[in-house]
């Protein structure tokens, strides 16, 4: 079974130019200890779907799902209480803009001691000493070393690679099963990037905390995760075992991305284009119907007006009438037209 | 901070001096004579009068009457009332409790049921809930302060006779004054009937703490619910909600800390506005405090009275807003940051 399994998740937003479906049908499945790694344009719905899992909904989404399945229990029939008890705990959550993420009027260190687990066995006139000490040991582990500086400090203090490790810190101390990276790693320099995937790939693997990683960089989702969903425009365009990707993409939007990784060999000659796909990214407000790549996709015809269904080939999934596969997947295609 | 508050103390004094200067020169404007104006003594014999002018050097240039008008204010001489005959100095003392036990009470009010309720008016999630508790706001905001007293007093104290509507404490009490605040005098008096006394100060402040408070109370409603709207949509909140945290303890840690910023920064500056409500509300009630006495004085062409008065109000006004900001320094990091910027 696995950990979480998400069907045809729709995200709308009330806007002022009406309602935009934000994220159209996805479908995302994370097994138990694995790195699934989620790869998008900025805008592309990843952090919105990252917050429809954990369960903190902005006040204008309407959300709808054909299921939602977390561990075996329906998430969408959960009660907002039971919810928040599953975060935290649970499910955990780095996000995009970790010193905006930090309350400015309280120290750190008395946000990192609140998000400490408890320990029910020490008398309580020892808990909050316990818990500073545990905070200290996962400020160690987050790679902070002077942790009386940045624990007696304020958010705006740190720099922003400094608050996401503390804001890392506070999300792998309750030991969760599912940590959702939510771009663990911007605004960091390279040599922090790779100790804090690093640091997340060593969770993985000795405490089997699955890991849901967004990011917008294929290459370093490439080099860490285990399966990899390729997202554009609040659809999922393809998914499946990032070894076997990277190797043969379907969808064309992958192969695109694949194609366009800039190579720093120093073939290129000076000052010619970087090869990307033409086009730029649908508004919001002007979402094209179909399947949304159509615009710029190299293989549209006239068949991509209507939203090719989620096609099921071994362990890989694609959303595409005309993917780069031998045999064409017809099990769902008479459905969507 | 050390470098700050020096900065705030010299903002204090030069604001008191610029509040002299006015003072020193208004008073020459009086319609009357300038020894009048100064001491307040109606007739003085020979010897007063060059008491007088040795004290304030009348005979001197104007810069030179300005420093001895100077020390003679700050050493405390501030002339006796032409009416009662006693030192204006010795009236202060015994006016000023009156109006900050007022001003404390309603303060107080204001802060207890504005705070719950702003915070309640931006958690709700039902429009009538809502939009009453705006409704009722912007009426409070809007009634005239002096027709809101007369009508409570003619309900509550009239036709009711719940309530008595004037003064302080019912003459039939005899309290030593110790603190000048009738609710801890009667406490420490140890009189048989001190506590019959203590609930008679309550019952005689209800009233005008009551009509004082409204105003505060509607402002910190509504600056207290606005900066929670904003504060709740903040991602700091989003992410304590994503580390479990109970939403009682969101609020009341990471959002109520946030949200009282503003609202002390607002009372700050309606201090002025709140100073001229007690006034009102102390000559409605017939409150012996500052503001009654001042009218008083202005309307018995006491001018030492009214130069005091005004003096004593000025001062403590500047004084409260000065502390207020430094409040809200201490009280906000945030503010720090740009103080360490600009040093």
Known sequence: MPLLDIRNLTIELDTPHGRVKALERVSLTINAAEIHGLVGESGSGRSLLARAILGIPGHNWSITADRMMWDGRNLLEMSSKQRRNLMGSEISMIFQDPSSSLDPVISVGAQLIESMPAHKQTPFWRRTKKKKQTAEKWLHKVGIKNTERVMSSYAWELSEGECQKVMIAMAVANQPRLLIADEPTNSMEIQTQAQIFRLLSKLNQLQGVSILLISHELETLSMWCDQLSVMYCGQIMESGPTSEIVAQPYHPYTKALLDNIPNYSGEMNHKSIMPTLRGSAPALQHLPIGCRLGPRCPEAQKKCVNKPNLCHKKNRYFACHFPYHEEQCNDESTASS | ?343
């Open chain 2, 1 to 343: 901070m050390v470098r700050y508050l020096l900065r705030r103390l010299n903002l204090f004094l030069a604001t008191s001096l610029v509040l002299f200067i006015v003072l020193f020169i208004v008073t020459n404007q009086f319609p009357v004579e300038q020894r009048f104006a100064l001491t307040g003594i109606q007739s003085p014999n020979a010897q007063q009068i060059a008491q007088i002018e040795t004290d304030f050097n009348l005979n001197s240039g104007v810069f030179n009457q300005f420093i001895a008008y100077l020390q003679q204010r700050l050493s405390g001489n501030l002339g006796i009332s032409a009416t009662s005959q006693r030192p204006v100095a010795d009236e202060l003392a015994s006016v000023l409790p009156a109006t900050f036990e007022l001003a404390a009470v309603s303060g107080t009010l204001a802060l207890m049921f504005g705070l719950p309720l702003g915070i309640l008016a931006s958690l709700s999630r039902h429009k009538v809930t809502q939009h009453t508790i705006m409704a009722i706001t912007l009426t409070g905001y809007s009634i005239p302060v002096f027709w809101l007293g007369l009508t409570l007093s003619l309900w509550f104290g009239v036709e009711l006779g719940w309530l008595p509507i004037s003064g302080r404490l019912n003459l039939l009490y005899e309290i030593e004054p110790v603190t000048g605040f009738m609710l801890v005098d009667t406490l420490l008096s140890t009189s048989p009937y001190s506590t019959s006394a203590f609930f008679d100060a309550v019952l005689h402040i209800i009233l005008p703490a009551i009509t004082l408070a409204v105003l505060p109370f509607t402002v910190v409603v509504r600056i207290t619910r606005s900066a929670m709207m904003t504060i709740m949509d903040q991602t700091y909140i989003k992410a304590a909600e994503a580390r479990g945290l109970h939403t009682s303890r969101i609020v009341l840690r990471h959002a109520l800390p946030n949200a009282v910023i503003p609202v002390i920064k607002s009372l700050g500056l309606m201090l002025g506005s709140f100073a001229s409500y007690a006034m009102v509300v102390e000559v409605i009630f017939a409150w012996p405090g500052i503001g009654s006495w001042l009218v008083a004085g202005i309307y018995q062409r006491d001018y030492t009275v009214i130069q005091g008065g005004v003096l004593a109000v000025a001062l403590i006004i500047i004084f409260l807003s000065i502390m207020i900001e430094v409040l809200h320094t201490s009280i906000n990091p945030l503010s720090r940051k740009e103080l360490y910027a600009s040093n």
